[in-house]
């Protein structure tokens, strides 16, 4: 926050969050296209935009349609700080447990009573402590129980798994299928059931086929002032997916922090600076004749 000190903070009232992830992806985007319409003698290379408002639900770009798009490249507007330029992701899958009890009269269940509610608090509790997301920073993935509900006859935890390399997911994948296979031989009386599915991929392998979108985005930050670092993000952008379609796409800051919390904020000076990366990057591709 210190780089913003005597500039114009927004947040909301405490109550609920902001929303800059990713409302201020669109105002980057929409001030970048007002600006390239506006003025012609800024210079760009052929541009296309396109919003995805269902990102945050993890249906962005299920409708997509990269080659009506008609892009090579691509760059998402769903960083945080303006020092970072995004290139890596989680892998994500998400496992959902459905676990079938037997109702029974406590007043007679003794031999009989199969509790689904306990089976499902059994299935967390043996989660690893150092595998949760509290406990997870850096390059280290997490497997996350993030909704439990439930009653005798019936419960269900819904959870997702992210790591960065796909060697660690297939153990995580691993470690819970071991797991529900443990407690179902440990409850026969009860129908205990695990769907997983992919969410997204790590797309850094791909960025690495062509070094450009990358290449430009920093040398576009550094001519808005900003010393930037090609990082990771602990999460997934709409790029993750739109990658592994076949448009290799490099995720940009916003200038927003603490996404998903209610002490989410943003600086009107970090809208501006995550404007001028955009413009400066799209400078860098018309001079590269791309």
């Known amino acids: 926050m210190m780089r913003y000190v005597g500039t114009t903070i927004v947040t909301s009232d405490g109550n609920t969050l902001l929303?800059?992830?990713?409302k201020a992806g669109v105002a980057v985007i929409m001030d970048v296209l007002r600006r390239l319409l506006s003025d012609p003698s800024l210079p760009r290379p052929g541009v296309?935009?396109?919003?995805?408002?269902?990102?945050?639900?993890?249906?962005?770009?299920?409708?997509?349609?990269?080659?009506?798009?008609?892009?090579?490249f691509a760059y998402t507007v769903d960083g945080g700080a303006v020092c970072e330029v995004e290139t890596a992701t989680f892998n994500a899958w998400s496992a959902d447990w459905s676990i079938t009890g037997?109702?029974?009269?406590?007043?007679?269940?003794?031999?009989?009573?199969?509790?689904?509610?306990?089976?499902?608090?059994?299935?967390?509790c043996a989660m690893k402590p150092e595998e949760m997301p509290e406990n997870s920073s850096g390059m280290k993935g997490f497997d996350y129980p993030m909704h439990v509900e439930g009653s005798t006859s019936s419960a269900k935890v819904r959870m997702i798994l992210r790591d960065?390399?796909?060697?660690?997911?297939?153990?995580?994948?691993?470690?819970?299928?071991?797991?529900?296979?443990?407690?179902?031989?440990?409850?026969?009386?009860?129908?205990?059931?695990?769907?997983?599915?992919?969410?997204?991929?790590?797309p850094a392998g791909i960025l690495e086929k062509d070094r450009r979108p990358?290449?430009?985005?920093?040398?576009?930050?550094?001519?808005?002032?900003?010393?930037?670092?090609?990082?990771?993000?602990?999460?997934?952008?709409?790029?993750?997916?739109?990658?592994?379609?076949?448009?290799?796409?490099?995720n940009l800051p916003t200038?927003?922090?603490?996404f998903h919390s209610r002490e989410e904020w943003i600086s009107e000076r970090g809208l501006e600076i995550a404007r001028d990366i955009v413009l400066n990057t799209l400078g860098i591709w018309a001079e590269a004749g791309s």
């Not at 929303?19 to 990713?22: C, I, S, T, V, Y």
């Not at 090609?230 to 490099?250: A, H, K, N, Q, W």
């Not at 200038?255 to 603490?258: I, K, P, S, T």
Request: glycine share 14%; proline share 3%; aromatic share 6%.
């Open 48 to 72: 296309v935009a396109a919003f995805t408002p269902d990102e945050e639900i993890g249906r962005g770009v299920v409708n997509f349609d990269v080659k009506r798009f008609g892009a090579d």
């Open 164 to 202: 960065f390399s796909m060697e660690g997911m297939e153990k995580r994948r691993a470690r819970l299928e071991s797991l529900r296979g443990y407690m179902a031989l440990k409850h026969p009386g009860a129908r205990i059931e695990l769907a997983m599915k992919e969410q997204y991929r790590n």
């Open 255 to 258: 200038g927003g922090e603490l």
């Open 102 to 124: 037997r109702q029974v009269h406590p007043g007679s269940a003794c031999g009989l009573m199969v509790n689904a509610a306990r089976i499902a608090s059994e299935i967390v």
């Open 214 to 250: 990358v290449e430009y985005a920093l040398r576009g930050a550094a001519l808005a002032g900003i010393e930037c670092v090609e990082g990771s993000i602990r999460g997934g952008t709409d790029g993750s997916r739109l990658s592994f379609m076949g448009l290799p796409s490099v």
């Open 19 to 22: 929303g800059a992830d990713d």
